[in-house]
T-cell receptor, first 117, second 114 residues
């Protein structure tokens, strides 16, 4: 089955720890994204990647880092610098990055719920 | 600047009655528009999309939406609500004036009463 797999589904972090959220896709998509979702709000873009070995900051990148060493994988690290990391994190991919002129929808994983304890 | 407004944070309907979720957008150009659905603690699933073809777009699970340029609206409808439709719905716009970034509405929670 083609799709996007996020792991783990639930993650608990102690104050001052870095944690890494996994995102893998087998859709052969070039573009991948990380969003943060808080209750009562729409999705906010953290980072995106148009192609392997390239990524760009989104609207709320502070306290987060990413890498894109393989086309299929786009892990997100929530660092200790992120002051309020408790949220639902969604990874997505699309065939191309929309800014390249293609009007394309995004496909989503099932999300990771991160809680600071 | 591009934006999208979902006019209701919550909509409550009885099972078997029509559903209307309202979405207005602003863009200087012809946009692409999408509706996504999210069930509790799940990822998002594309319901339907408008990309400058037919203005009435049919999606999955009996949903449809109509693009009305004069009203800058893309409201989501369904003739008869089912209990399984209870979820959160997001309207999304993409257009040249924001370099085709996906701009998300705040979401509308649909509640179905038995």
């Amino acid at each position: 089955d083609g799709g996007i797999t996020q792991s783990p589904k639930y993650l608990f972090r102690k104050e001052g720890q870095n944690v890494t959220l996994s995102c893998e896709q087998n859709l052969n998509h070039d573009a991948m994204y990380w969003y943060r979702q808080d209750p009562g709000q729409g999705l906010r873009l953290i980072y995106y990647s148009q192609i392997v070995n390239d990524f760009q900051k989104g609207d709320i990148a502070e306290g987060y880092s990413v890498s894109r060493e393989k086309k299929e994988s786009f892990p997100l690290t929530v660092t200790s610098a992120q002051k309020n990391p408790t949220a639902f994190y969604l990874c997505a991919s699309s065939t191309t990055y929309p800014g390249q002129g293609a009007r394309t929808e995004a496909f989503f994983g099932q999300g990771t719920r991160l809680t600071v304890v | 600047a591009q934006s999208v407004t979902q006019l209701d944070s919550h909509v409550s309907v009885s099972e078997g009655t029509p559903v209307l979720l309202r979405c207005n957008y602003s863009s200087s150009y012809s946009p692409s528009l999408f509706w996504y659905v999210q069930h509790p603690n799940k990822g998002l699933q594309l319901l339907l999309k408008y990309t400058s073809a037919a203005t009435l777009v049919k999606g999955i699970n009996g949903f449809e939406a109509e693009f009305k340029k004069s009203e800058t609206s893309f409201h989501l409808t369904k003739p008869s609500a089912h209990m399984s439709d209870a979820a959160e719905y997001f309207c999304v716009v993409s257009a040249p004036d924001s370099n085709y970034q996906l701009i998300w509405g705040a979401g509308t929670k649909l509640i179905i009463k038995p």
